[in-house]
């Protein structure tokens, strides 16, 4: 079946480390995205993607970054930068702009920054 | 800037019926999106609204207005697997989503 995989689906890391946060898809989607979110909130947007190799700023694309060097993989690295990482960090894909396909999310990854 | 707003939380009864409203204020606009998600899930896409009107896909319905920058999302017979944070999302060339409504059921 297709669909998003996002690994870890937990997390633990010191503060000061960077870490890379997976996330593959087999559904041949162009678009991927990164969104964040926090206990009661919405989804912020970090980074999105629309074609390989390039990407752009979402909201809050300080403290991360990402790749996009094959169509399947979207990579997020949450950097030392980052001054709040603690989140649940979601990876979505969809075939354009996410209009009335919508979005297909992953089942997120829980990122503890001790 | 853009903005979503509704309401944080919602009430209702098993069975019943309840509207969440969304209003919206965006630079760009190509339609209004639903979003389902339950506790520690992901979201889910319920629906999509390009144009004015009602969509209908079995107990849920969705409503745009474009001249008002507003929307709804109609669940009926709710059920109490229906409890769960609905978000309203603007698609422009890319998703922004609401803060989310959280829907309690009363049995």
């Known amino acids: 079946d297709g669909g998003i995989t996002q690994s870890p689906k937990y997390l633990f890391r010191k503060e000061g480390q960077n870490v890379t946060l997976s996330c593959e898809q087999n559904?041949?989607?162009?678009?991927m995205y990164w969104y964040r979110q926090d206990p009661g909130q919405g989804l912020r947007l970090i980074y999105y993607?629309?074609?390989?190799?390039?990407?752009q700023k979402g909201d809050i694309a300080e403290g991360y970054s990402v790749s996009r060097e094959k169509k399947e993989s979207f990579p997020l690295t949450v950097t030392s930068a980052q001054k709040n990482p603690t989140a649940f960090y979601l990876c979505?894909?969809?075939?354009?702009?996410?209009?009335?396909?919508?979005?297909?999310f992953g089942s997120g990854t829980r990122l503890t920054v001790v | 800037g853009q903005s979503l707003e509704q309401p944080s939380e919602v009430t209702a009864v098993e069975g019943a019926i309840v509207q969440i409203n969304c209003t919206y204020q965006?630079?760009?606009?190509?339609?209004l999106s639903w979003y389902q998600q339950h506790d520690g899930g992901a979201p889910t896409f319920l629906s999509y609204?390009?144009?004015?009107g009602l969509e209908e896909t079995g107990r849920f319905s969705s409503f745009l207005s474009r001249s008002d920058s507003y929307g709804y999302l109609l669940l009926q017979e709710l059920q109490m697997k229906d409890s769960a944070s609905y978000f309203c999302?603007?698609?422009?060339?890319?998703?922004?989503f609401g803060k989310g409504t959280r829907l309690h059921i009363l049995p």
């Open positions: 979505a894909s969809s075939i354009t702009g996410g209009g009335n396909y919508g979005y297909t």
């Open positions: 965006t630079s760009g606009f190509y339609g």
């Open positions: 559904l041949n989607h162009d678009a």
């Open positions: 993607s629309q074609i390989v190799n390039d990407f």
């Open positions: 609204n390009a144009l004015d």
């Open positions: 999302a603007v698609t422009d060339d890319k998703i922004i």
